[in-house]
């Protein structure tokens, strides 16, 4: 009875909150008629480094973007591959495109901040806009985005983006991991300014006006933090700055990593950061995975009567949570169809990256390696 009520609760619980993401307005219904009547200038900063591969693309949806009053700051952290020479070349052609090599790392900076830091001083623009060296970008995400904070006078806006991968499994866990996004940080509760503890940040967009920026010190209080996106939401919020959060899944895409493996890896640098280096919430996390994968099994296979299908209906619930989630992130009802073997998954990595972060002493991250007891320094 207790397993049974335990079950029951939970999933009752995340449906409850699912419900309420209802509340995030799209990017795509923002009405560019309402524009203001002078476009600001934006300064668009990106961090980069040995990412040759897929830049060329970000940075062209970038200047294809049809809003005049733009620039594109690229920050080359220190790569070893054929970054700088490629935008190199696109800024040959675009006098908009500035590159700015960073050839060393001051101590007390993890690599990307650092160069996010750089980037934002050299900007121009009133508003700064950080995003990363692989996300795409179709012409109208930057107008609307403008539209919307000018109408709401907001000083901060992050939106949330369509991340994919070439992998199935990995595409089906970006939908869980989407899920439990939505679930823990409730971004539609930032907008609030009662609830200082509600803020967002994502690392793919977030647009911050630039003297709300000079009111934080810029990056120089998350200097440390693998989670730098959604912290510096956290440090804009509590200072008294407006922000939300709108789902941009029709403007705005980046490709996640491109097999299980490399996510398994690529998730050691900041999932434990999520948590605070809290672990206690990192088995908070572990155990939600097991809530709705091993228990209602054990559950179905032990129970009888009433109480059975009590578990069935709950599972159903729980089975309509994955599918509001799976539309809010643009995945196909076969990732939904796999949602016990990702939130499994997701427990995994969980508890491995805690482990492994733990025993290792710190995090590597683009190729330097970060002590847990100077991270730890660094809480918000």
Not at 47 to 61: P, V
Not at 89 to 111: F, Q, S
Not at 190 to 205: C, I, N, S, T, Y
Not at 296 to 311: I, N, Q, T
Request: hydrophobic share 50%.
């Amino acid at each position: 009875m207790i397993f049974t009520s335990l079950f029951v609760g939970f999933v009752v619980a995340r449906f409850a909150l699912l419900v309420q993401a209802r509340r995030i307005a799209k990017l795509e219904d923002v009405l560019v008629g309402d524009a203001p009547r002078a476009w600001p200038s934006v300064s668009v900063v990106v961090a980069a480094r040995n990412e040759a591969e897929g830049i060329t693309e970000a940075l062209g949806s970038l200047l294809g973007l049809d809003y005049d009053a733009i620039e594109v700051i690229v920050v080359n952290d220190r790569s070893t591959d054929q970054t700088a020479d490629q935008v190199r070349r696109l800024a040959a052609t675009d006098k908009r495109l500035r590159l700015i090599n960073v050839n060393e790392l001051p101590p007390g900076w993890l690599g990307k901040n650092h160069a996010l830091q750089v980037g934002s001083k050299a900007a121009s623009g009133e508003w700064i806009l950080f995003t990363d060296a692989d996300v795409v970008f179709s012409p109208h995400a930057l107008r609307r985005a403008i539209t919307f904070v000018e109408r709401e006078r907001l000083d901060h806006l992050a939106l949330l983006m369509k991340a994919w991968s070439r992998s199935f499994i990995v595409d089906a866990f970006i939908g869980y991991f989407a899920l439990q996004f939505l679930l823990f940080v409730r971004p539609w509760e930032a907008k609030d300014p009662l609830k200082p503890h509600r803020f967002v940040g994502v690392g793919a967009f977030n647009l911050v006006r630039k003297s709300a920026l000079q009111g934080v010190e810029g990056l120089t209080r998350i200097a440390m933090r693998p989670d730098d996106d959604v912290k510096l939401g956290k440090i804009l919020k509590q200072a008294g700055f407006r922000q939300d959060c709108l789902t941009a899944v029709e403007d705005l895409s980046v490709e996640w990593y491109p097999s299980l493996r490399a996510c398994i890896q690529g998730l050691e640098k900041n999932m434990f950061a999520g948590t605070d280096y809290r672990v206690s919430l990192v088995m908070v996390a572990v155990i939600a995975g097991l809530l709705v994968t091993a228990l209602p099994v054990y559950l179905l296979l032990s129970l009888s009567g009433a109480l059975w299908w009590a578990v069935v209906l709950a599972l159903a619930l729980e089975f309509l949570v994955s599918l509001v989630a799976a539309r809010r992130t643009a995945k196909s009802l076969a990732c939904v169809l796999v949602y016990p073997i990702t939130a499994l998954l997701f427990s995994y990595i969980s508890a491995r990256t805690t482990i492994k972060n733990l025993r290792d002493g710190g995090i590597y991250w683009r190729e330097t390696f970060y002590p847990l007891s100077e991270l730890r320094k660094n809480r918000v």
